[in-house]
């Protein structure tokens, strides 16, 4: 695909997310791995409703900015999983209310946040992690990803927001649709013992869909 089509892609996917209120105010960002190594990524203080493609933040293999309005200040939370998921050529970070409230749950587990509520969680999700609480932009949030050994293509930030990386721009705003749904769908059933998906079923789905990894057993 052509930087123009990306920049353009880019600019579609925001405003669509915007629009349905995954990401209010000027919160939220989205990256794009160049074939060249470098990235094209959405300027800091920008609201994701009203992207220009011409100001997108381009940036070299280095991390320097080529061109475009200066880059969101979440830059090395991309380039953490950029490093640890080689395969990843988007990552799209929002601030979704339901994945925000399952982050600040007491009784969340850091390495299987959600359960396998439903088929499509399984398949483009896979597992999610949970982070502790990092001031945005803060640098010690790439050691933590760096943690998590590439293991997960979604996690959880505490108190903050959701971050997934996916092979396409395309499949990272689809992930991270299905696990704000899947994130809702626990809220609304966490207190009437939901029925998930057996170990088997998720099995099942992995072989089947290629998902991941299979979820942990609820």
């Given at each position: 695909?052509?930087?123009?089509?990306?920049?353009?892609?880019?600019?579609?996917?925001?405003?669509?997310?915007?629009?349905?209120?995954?990401?209010?105010?000027?919160?939220?960002?989205?990256?794009?791995?160049?074939?060249?190594?470098?990235?094209?990524?959405?300027?800091?203080?920008?609201?994701?409703?009203?992207l220009d493609p011409a100001r997108l933040s381009r940036l070299n293999g280095s991390g320097r900015v080529m061109s475009g309005d200066a880059p969101t200040k979440e830059i090395p939370l991309h380039a953490a999983l950029y490093e640890t998921r080689p395969g990843a050529r988007a990552v799209v970070h929002l601030h979704?209310?339901?994945?925000?409230?399952?982050?600040?749950?007491?009784?969340?587990?850091?390495?299987?946040?959600?359960?396998?509520?439903?088929?499509?969680?399984?398949?483009?999700?896979?597992?999610?992690?949970?982070?502790?609480?990092?001031?945005?932009?803060?640098?010690?949030?790439?050691?933590?990803?760096?943690?998590?050994?590439?293991?997960?293509?979604?996690?959880?930030?505490?108190?903050?927001?959701?971050?997934?990386?996916?092979?396409?721009?395309?499949?990272?705003?689809?992930?991270?649709?299905?696990?704000?749904?899947?994130?809702?769908?626990?809220?609304?059933?966490?207190?009437?013992?939901?029925?998930?998906?057996?170990?088997?079923?998720?099995?099942?789905?992995?072989?089947?869909?290629?998902?991941?990894?299979?979820?942990?057993?609820?």
């Amino acid at each position: 695909m052509t930087e123009t089509r990306l920049r353009d892609q880019i600019c579609q996917f925001g405003r669509s997310l915007f629009e349905r209120g995954l990401t209010p105010g000027s919160s939220g960002n989205i990256s794009v791995r160049l074939d060249d190594g470098g990235w094209l990524v959405t300027p800091t203080n920008a609201s994701l409703g009203f992207l220009d493609p011409a100001r997108l933040s381009r940036l070299n293999g280095s991390g320097r900015v080529m061109s475009g309005d200066a880059p969101t200040k979440e830059i090395p939370l991309h380039a953490a999983l950029y490093e640890t998921r080689p395969g990843a050529r988007a990552v799209v970070h929002l601030h979704c209310a339901h994945c925000v409230a399952v982050s600040m749950l007491p009784e969340i587990d850091p390495k299987a946040a959600l359960p396998p509520l439903t088929p499509y969680y399984v398949m483009r999700c896979g597992e999610t992690a949970l982070l502790p609480y990092y001031r945005p932009g803060d640098a010690a949030v790439a050691a933590a990803i760096r943690g998590l050994g590439g293991r997960y293509s979604c996690v959880l930030l505490s108190n903050h927001g959701p971050v997934v990386a996916g092979d396409t721009l395309e499949a990272a705003v689809f992930a991270m649709e299905e696990l704000e749904e899947t994130a809702k769908l626990y809220l609304m059933t966490r207190n009437m013992s939901p029925r998930a998906l057996t170990p088997e079923q998720v099995s099942d789905l992995a072989a089947n869909f290629g998902s991941a990894k299979p979820v942990a057993a609820p």
